[in-house]
């Protein structure tokens, strides 16, 4: 019985190298086909993201202040898209839909901030891995969130290299060297190794040092302001700082970019910039609003894009670019993955389903009693953002009551900043009032916003007689999208995002996520 269960065991073993020895030839067929058909070698990926940044904020897509010579090179070297969007306006549940190609109603714990990604949720860089790439990041990856609650010994981005560091030129950014870790990381590559490495920094995220901006010679004259904003120079000036630090980021790409161009391996190398996200300041960040979900995005690569220096107005969101790199580097994308590649862009094909991009929220911070969050969905077309709020009643930014916050803070979902600071001082006062409540006040179940009448989303249509039949079609168009992809707010099955761990700081004493009833 003992000689038989070796045998059998002896016999598995062999099975599994035998069938491990044909995967590998087949990705070795593949690969070599792959080549044949293209022409040239799988190409190398560089993604670059910044932390909190909106659309507006570049050089190329238009604003008068800001210096992004890299940015700037990419779009015109490649594809500038202008409507692109993430997944989610908030940190962690957009960097697991861009890691795993999928949007965060499908993600589970994943599809909330301060959480974890699932390891069985694939991601891009895996895939890579297992087809020979050499892959790491920098900076800041997936997260914040704790990997290891999720089944995960590193992080999904790839393995860190974090062993250089600078002396930042303002306070309050981050000493880490990014581009010099990307260095370190290209000294690693050999020979023609494909690699595939994620450069993220932390940089626009708050806290900035207090008028970084005036002390590089910003003109706040020149600042644009948007239209949610006061306009004085307290909130001018805290635009200008944030500038400052979108710079900073871009100073490394353009280190990264000339660590490839000496390299020789720039023109086959996917390079892409863009951000998790809009800006940290009110009715931004962790709103579905465009300034909070509409984001810059260029793509480098002279030999997979044909005619490049276009403009791409096709809605696209950051999920797409997971099975984007799988397809680039001619592998097929889990079936797990909803989103789509964006190689048919690349080669300048008219695309399909490319008119709206569909956003989506649930918990951002622990900014209610009991850990509950603000879970919405929306869909944004050239015409219209339409916004379906499932629980109304609660407060979109966070409870006016710090008590009930774990972070101690009042609408604690905006970050603290000088903005957020006088709007909430002047809340009451002649001019700001209807501005503050926009970004504070209490939502309704449906917005609608006509974005050729009113571009920055100030104008609820939902009750307008003249705009039903929009409404209507928008949210068939939003709920069924939502049924395709198997939303459990919408199809039914597990609605847990009020009820899992929260892993992020916890100021108030005693503060708890309530136990699912």
């Known amino acids: 019985m003992t000689l038989a269960l070796f045998n059998r065991s002896r016999s598995s073993v062999g099975e599994r190298s035998s069938l491990r020895f044909f995967l590998q030839a087949l990705l070795?067929?593949?690969?070599?086909?792959?080549s044949l058909q293209t022409g040239f070698a799988r190409p190398n990926i560089l993604f670059c993201i910044s932390d909190d940044q909106s659309y507006q904020h570049t050089g190329a897509n238009g604003d008068p202040v800001i210096k992004t010579p890299a940015f700037d090179?990419?779009?015109?070297?490649?594809l500038?898209?202008?409507?692109?969007?993430?997944?989610a306006?908030?940190?962690?549940?957009?960097?697991?839909?861009?890691l795993t190609g999928q949007s965060i109603w499908r993600l589970e714990e994943a599809g909330n901030i301060h959480s974890t990604l699932p390891a069985k949720f694939i991601t891009y860089t895996e895939e890579l891995r297992k087809a020979g790439y050499k892959v790491g990041a920098t900076g800041k990856a997936w997260g914040p969130g704790?990997?290891?609650?999720?089944?995960?010994?590193?992080?999904?981005?790839?393995?860190?290299?974090?062993?250089?560091?600078?002396?930042?030129?303002?306070?309050?950014?981050?000493?880490?060297?990014?581009?010099?870790?990307?260095e370190d990381f290209m000294a690693e590559v050999e020979g023609d190794e494909p690699f595939c490495f994620w450069l993220g920094t932390s940089e626009p995220?708050?806290?900035?040092?207090?008028?970084?901006?005036?002390?590089?010679?910003?003109?706040?004259?020149?600042?644009?302001v948007p239209a949610v904003f006061p306009d004085n120079e307290i909130v001018r000036s805290d635009i200008a700082d944030y500038l400052v630090e979108i710079e900073h980021f871009d100073t490394m790409v353009g280190r990264a970019i000339a660590t490839l161009e000496e390299r020789g391996l720039l023109d086959n190398t996917i390079v892409?910039?863009?951000?998790?996200?809009?800006?940290?300041?009110?009715?931004?960040?962790?709103?579905?609003?465009?300034?909070?979900?509409?984001?810059?995005?260029?793509?480098?690569?002279?030999?997979?894009?044909?005619?490049?220096?276009?403009?791409?107005?096709?809605?696209?969101n950051l999920s797409d670019l997971a099975p984007t790199f799988l397809d680039a580097a001619g592998l097929k994308p889990p079936k797990m993955m909803s989103a789509q590649s964006l190689v048919d862009v690349f080669r300048g094909k008219k695309p399909k389903g490319r008119d709206a991009a569909f956003?989506?929220?649930?918990?951002?911070?622990?900014?209610?009693?009991?850990?509950?969050?603000?879970?919405?969905?929306a869909i944004r077309t050239a015409d219209f953002m339409y916004i379906y709020n499932f629980e109304p009643t609660r407060w979109p930014s966070g409870s006016p009551d710090a008590s009930v916050c774990a972070r101690a803070l009042p609408y604690g979902e905006i970050d603290s900043s000088p903005t957020k600071t006088f709007m909430m001082e002047n809340r009451h006062t002649h001019g700001i009032a209807d501005l503050a409540y926009l970004s504070f006040g209490i939502r309704p179940a449906e917005e609608l916003y006509d974005l050729k009448k009113d571009p920055e989303q100030m104008v609820n249509l939902a009750g307008s007689v003249e705009y039903e039949s929009n409404r209507a079609q928008l949210r068939d168009q939003l709920f069924a999208q939502l049924k395709k992809t198997k939303d459990p707010r919408v199809v039914g099955g597990n609605v847990d995002w009020d009820y899992y761990p929260y892993y992020g700081r916890i100021r108030n004493e005693g503060w708890t996520v309530e136990k699912k009833p």
């Open 28 to 34: 070795f067929v593949n690969v070599i086909f792959y």
């Open 359 to 377: 956003i989506a929220m649930e918990r951002h911070d622990g900014c209610r009693s009991g850990g509950k969050g603000y879970p919405c969905r």
């Open 146 to 182: 704790r990997l290891e609650e999720g089944g995960r010994t590193e992080n999904p981005a790839g393995p860190l290299f974090e062993g250089r560091t600078l002396d930042p030129p303002f306070r309050m950014m981050r000493n880490t060297d990014y581009a010099g870790n990307f």
């Open 205 to 224: 995220h708050r806290a900035y040092e207090t008028g970084s901006g005036l002390k590089t010679g910003k003109d706040l004259s020149k600042i644009v």
């Open 89 to 98: 306006p908030t940190c962690g549940p957009s960097r697991s839909a861009i």
């Open 272 to 316: 892409v910039l863009t951000s998790d996200h809009g800006m940290p300041f009110p009715r931004a960040k962790a709103s579905l609003y465009d300034l909070g979900s509409r984001i810059p995005l260029a793509i480098r690569w002279p030999e997979g894009i044909e005619n490049p220096g276009r403009v791409v107005d096709s809605f696209v």
């Open 80 to 87: 500038r898209f202008t409507h692109a969007f993430c997944d």
């Open 73 to 78: 090179r990419v779009a015109n070297e490649g």
